[in-house]
């Protein structure tokens, strides 16, 4: 499984982003997908993600300002950034489970999101 992520870049706050993360190869086994994020300094944190069922979650941080959606079945995703704040800064990574199990995991390139004050 690869997974390309676009979609990042400068914005000042306020503004909107969305980003897109694109499955390819072995795609059947993708179980859950999401973004994660690692802010300069910090460790990298879970922002969405969205089951196989549909089932969204969302670190609180950013409820109500993010919204994780789907075309179709786990290809692509995308995350609607709006209100970007500067602590939203980071790099942003795209993130699938498998269903072989949960010692499988897949990642993507990050993309750069960069919120300016």
């Known amino acids: 499984v690869q997974l390309q992520a676009s979609g990042g870049g400068l914005v000042q706050a306020g503004g909107s982003l969305r980003l897109s993360c694109a499955a390819s190869?072995?795609?059947?086994?993708?179980?859950?997908i999401g973004w994660y994020r690692q802010p300069p300094g910090k460790q990298r944190e879970l922002v969405a993600g969205?089951?196989?069922?549909?089932?969204?979650n969302y670190a609180d941080s950013v409820k109500g300002r993010f919204t994780i959606s789907r075309d179709n079945v786990k290809n692509p995703v995308y995350l609607q950034m709006n209100s970007l704040k500067p602590e939203d800064t980071a790099v942003y990574y795209c993130?699938?489970?498998?269903?072989?199990?949960?010692?499988?995991?897949?990642w993507g390139q990050g993309t750069q999101v960069t919120v300016s004050s």
């Open positions: 993130h699938a489970t498998s269903k072989l199990g949960s010692e499988y995991e897949y």
């Open positions: 190869g072995s795609t059947f086994l993708i179980d859950g």
């Open positions: 969205i089951s196989s069922g549909g089932t969204t």
